[in-house]
Structure formats: C-alpha cells, structure tokens
C-alpha cells in the first residue's frame, strides 16, 4: 500500500512540475515572444533546473506543442459553423468578424508576439499553422462563400491580426466600429466592371 502511495505522489509531483514548466513556456511566449524564449528562461521561471525541463521535453518542438495545445485550449478560436446558416452575407461577415475581433481583443499580446516571431523562426510558424491555420481556412470558406475575387482579397485583409490591430489599437477604433469599416469595405469593393457601372 506505501508503495502505490508513493507512486501516485511521485506521479503527482511529476504532473505538476510539467504544468509549471508549461505554464512558464506560456507566460514567456506571450511577453518575449516564442523565438525570443530559451529553454533557461522556462527553467527559472518554472522554478526547476534545465535538466529537468528536458526531463519532461526532449526537445523545443515537444514543449511548443503542449504550450500552444495548453493556449488553444484555454482560449479557443471562434467556431465558424453556425455563421453558415446566417443567410444574409453581410450579417454573416458582421458576426464572423465581431467573434475573431473579440478573440484578438482577449489575446492580443500573444497574437502579437506569435505572429510576429511566426515571421522567422520556423517552429513558431509551424505551430501557428497547426493551432491557428485550420481555423483561418474555415473562416475564409464560409466568410468568403458569397464574395467575388476582389471582395475574398478584402476579407483576407479583414481577418488580419495586424489589420485588427491597426483598427483598434492603432487607429482608436471600438471593435463594434472596426467590424462595421470593414464590413463596410468588403461589400462596397465589388468588381472592376461594377465600379464602372456606378
């Protein structure tokens, strides 16, 4: 019985030495940025030695992965699927929009720096194209489902994080008002022969 006992501790222990280390990994990428976060920097944060960091991740890529599955689990990307019953394109943009607008506003200094840094370091973009790009297609798919070329060349601008940021951040723009600007942009677009026609 001491022995099963001492086994769960142990097994306890292990369970929360990981989490600190991936907490650390997390609070480092969303400050520093992931290109800029070594493996001794999660060390000291975490509390523990660098050898045990490696205990727990052999290598950068496998601590990635439980930070960014960690991230995308506490902070979910916008469902895109019941925007796809919202029958009128300009409302469905305008819901779409206002969801991964809110998104960007709760999580905006991790955006930031992941992004960024998504820029040159491989692995940072390897993990932006795992835990963000799949949600990117479906939001393109059914955001973009009505619009013509010029319209789905808009609307990848609007989808922007950097074009949210410039919006709001930048620009002082409410997130009600930024929607509505680039709803507003897309829908006017319209296509060369139609700007003539007007």
């Known amino acids: 019985m001491a022995r099963t006992y001492t086994k769960k501790r142990r097994a306890e222990r292990e369970a929360e030495t ?3 280390i991936v907490e650390a990994a997390v609070a480092l990428h969303g400050s520093v940025g992931p290109a800029f976060t070594s493996l001794s920097m999660v060390a000291e944060r975490a509390g523990v030695q660098r050898h045990t960091v490696y205990a727990h991740f052999p290598d950068e890529r496998s601590l990635f992965l439980a930070c960014s599955g960690l991230f995308a689990e506490r902070n979910p990307l916008p469902a895109a699927e019941a925007w796809r019953a919202i029958p009128d394109p300009r409302e469905r943009l305008r819901v779409g ?30 993990m932006v194209e795992l835990r963000i790009g799949p949600a990117t297609a479906v939001y393109r798919a059914v955001l973009g489902a009505a619009l013509d070329r010029r319209r789905r060349g808009l609307l990848q601008l609007a989808l922007s994080f950097f074009t949210w940021r410039t919006l709001v951040r930048d620009g002082g723009l409410s997130r009600e008002a930024a929607v509505e600007a680039m709803v507003g942009a897309i829908c006017a677009a319209g296509s060369p022969s139609e700007a003539r026609r007007r």
Request: proline share 0%; glycine share 6%.
């Open 97 to 126: 929009l206002r969801a991964i607008y809110g998104w960007y506003e709760r999580n905006g200094d991790m955006a930031a720096c992941v992004l960024r840094d998504a820029e040159s370091h491989a692995l940072t973009r390897e």
């Open 18 to 20: 990981r989490r600190r």
